[in-house]
């Protein structure tokens, strides 16, 4: 049984719950959280630890460590400090802070002689191989990423982060047109506010700081700046009235030409229920992998991108040559 520990219990953190209840190779014994005593009432049995500056070397045999708080403050701070004691697994999602973040999981997690696989979800993670796979495919071809329509949980708690906002929830439209362009077999160069919008709901007692709270999460670069925003203030009971389910999706699509000239276009479609749900899933499959990677003696940072499809999954190599190839 491959032993795991979840840092943070929100929604990512009941996602990857879910998913090891679905995963008889695993096992969960700790949780770690900024919340034990309403956690504890939670999970009943499972160990509970609260989580601060020193919840890294806490003495529990894990094997893996999934993180599950937000990439904005919370995983940038915990995985290092985490990978000092244990493997880890995260789905750190700012993009443009990718390269960086690798480079300090990678010298954190060789020098304690762990493994520590980031940004493991669907974007970046899955559609990050279908951007690789289009690429490698399709020489010289061009690549189309479109998010939604559904929550970023990432971007929703970005707006979170802004003083006087209670609660946010940010949906990622994409613009219809521009899809349709790409599946006909256009490549025009796109802006990232032509391809998509986003529209952010949020909960903030204090009117008079609608305004101040809505020029920082429009303004928010990373997040926000590239595009066109609309935040819109409801209440918390319409939150919970309409905004409690987390829907979300995309495409990945790759254009290009073959020896004959031979138009080709690639699309790989993701539509999901439940982020939370679906992220926990995909990074408990990279725990798995993770533990084998450790046990086959490697050591430092690693990507889906890094990673042999096959220690992903729980079936064995003959196992997936027969039914999978």
């Known amino acids: 049984m491959i032993k795991i520990g979840i840092v943070g219990y929100g929604n990512l953190g009941r996602g990857v719950r879910g998913a090891l209840e679905r995963n008889p190779d695993m096992e969960l014994v700790a949780i770690l959280t900024r919340r034990p005593v309403e956690v504890k009432n939670e999970v009943g049995d499972i160990t509970v630890v609260t989580l601060d500056d020193q919840g890294a070397s806490v003495d529990i045999p894990v094997d893996i460590m999934i993180l ?134 949020v909960v903030a007692p204090d009117v008079s700081e609608h305004e101040r709270i809505r020029k920082e999460i429009v303004g928010m670069p990373n997040y926000y700046a590239d595009y066109d925003t609309e935040v819109l203030f409801i209440t918390e009971e319409e939150m919970q009235k309409d905004h409690s389910a987390y829907p979300h999706g995309g495409f990945v699509m790759t254009s290009g030409l073959t020896g004959g000239n031979n138009r080709q276009v690639l699309e790989y479609r993701c539509q999901l229920s439940s982020n939370p749900e679906f992220t926990g899933s995909v990074l408990v499959a990279c725990a798995r992998a993770a533990y084998r990677l450790k046990q086959n003696g490697a050591r ?14 729980p079936h064995s190599g003959d196992a997936l040559r027969g039914s999978f190839m």
């Open 68 to 201: 599950c708080g937000g990439s904005k403050e919370d995983t940038p701070q915990q995985g290092p400090l985490f990978a000092r004691s244990f493997s880890t697994v995260d789905s750190f999602d700012t993009h443009a802070d990718i390269a960086d973040y690798f480079q300090r999981m990678d010298v954190t997690a060789r020098e304690h002689g762990n493994v520590s696989i980031i940004s493991a979800g669907w974007d970046p993670g899955i559609f990050s191989l279908e951007r690789v796979v289009g690429d490698a495919f399709l020489p010289g071809s061009k690549g189309y990423t479109f998010w939604g329509p559904g929550v970023s949980q990432g971007h929703s708690d970005a707006a979170r982060k802004v003083t006087g906002v209670a609660d946010a929830r940010q949906y990622t439209v994409p613009v219809e047109g521009v899809i349709e362009q790409v599946r006909r077999g256009s490549t025009p160069d796109f802006t990232k506010r032509e391809m998509h919008k986003r529209v952010v709901y």
């Open 300 to 313: 430092g940072a690693f990507t889906l991108l890094d990673i042999p499809l096959g220690l992903l999954s």
